[in-house]
């Protein structure tokens, strides 16, 4: 038996020590919106928060966060997280979608410890988390705007830069060099 602090409640899960985090959180909590992508902690697509901290659950054993507080993307409740999720929805980040539970808890730890991100800030910390399908110019757009909703600034962009489309495939995760590409 583990017990974690799940998304602000108490859970304790009957898993064995070694469970990766994230068939903890989606086997038997039953929360599916964090997503298994690579499975190494290589993609980003399991990301959660653990005690706010951006972490791969695919590798983290759920021995190593008993006590902890994880969130999930199901649990962010905070106005970063809400700014985050406005922004995301107006500029229509998301394409396929399964990159973007990862990419969201990434972007609201980013904006929690940095107000107002350089595109340089944006691209260090989202660096792990990939996306195979190109949507990176609209998620940098959005942290943008987030950062600009939370300061109380202007409108947010009426037009998000144009996505590339094509690093859709089905062979998992777009490589470095692909998303270096279509930033
Ligand atoms: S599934 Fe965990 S980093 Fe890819
Ligand atoms: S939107 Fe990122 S993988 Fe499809």
Request: aromatic fraction near 2%; include cysteine; charged fraction near 15%.
């Given at each position: 038996?583990?017990?974690?602090?799940?998304?602000?409640?108490?859970?304790?899960?009957?898993?064995?020590?070694?469970?990766?985090?994230?068939?903890?959180?989606?086997?038997?909590?039953?929360?599916?919106?964090?997503?298994?992508?690579?499975?190494?902690?290589v993609?980003?697509?399991?990301?959660v928060?653990?005690?706010?901290?951006?972490?791969?659950?695919?590798?983290?054993?759920?021995?190593?966060?008993?006590?902890?507080?994880?969130?999930?993307?199901?649990?962010?409740?905070?106005?970063?997280?809400?700014?985050?999720?406005?922004?995301?929805?107006?500029?229509?980040?998301?394409?396929?979608g399964?990159?973007?539970?990862?990419?969201?808890?990434?972007?609201?730890?980013?904006?929690?410890?940095?107000?107002?991100?350089?595109?340089?800030?944006?691209?260090?910390?989202?660096?792990?988390?990939?996306?195979?399908?190109?949507a990176?110019?609209?998620?940098?757009?959005?942290?943008?705007?987030?950062?600009?909703?939370?300061?109380?600034?202007?409108?947010?962009?009426?037009?998000?830069?144009?996505a590339?489309?094509?690093?859709?495939?089905?062979?998992?995760?777009?490589?470095?060099s692909?998303?270096?590409?279509?930033?």
């Amino acid at each position: 038996m583990i017990t974690i602090q799940l998304n602000g409640e108490a859970r304790t899960l009957d898993v064995p020590p070694e469970m990766p985090l994230l068939w903890a959180i989606r086997q038997v909590a039953h929360l599916h919106g964090t997503k298994f992508g690579c499975g190494i902690s290589v993609c980003g697509a399991c990301t959660v928060h653990v005690d706010g901290v951006p972490t791969r659950a695919c590798v983290t054993p759920v021995s190593a966060v008993e006590g902890k507080a994880v969130t999930t993307i199901e649990g962010l409740a905070d106005p970063v997280a809400a700014a985050v999720q406005t922004a995301w929805t107006a500029l229509s980040v998301a394409q396929c979608g399964y990159c973007q539970s990862g990419q969201v808890m990434a972007a609201t730890a980013l904006l929690r410890a940095n107000a107002a991100p350089s595109d340089a800030d944006i691209d260090a910390a989202m660096d792990g988390n990939l996306c195979r399908c190109g949507a990176y110019p609209r998620i940098r757009a959005a942290i943008h705007d987030a950062a600009r909703r939370l300061a109380g600034g202007a409108a947010p962009d009426a037009e998000a830069p144009a996505a590339a489309p094509a690093a859709l495939g089905p062979s998992g995760p777009a490589s470095g060099s692909a998303r270096s590409a279509t930033r």
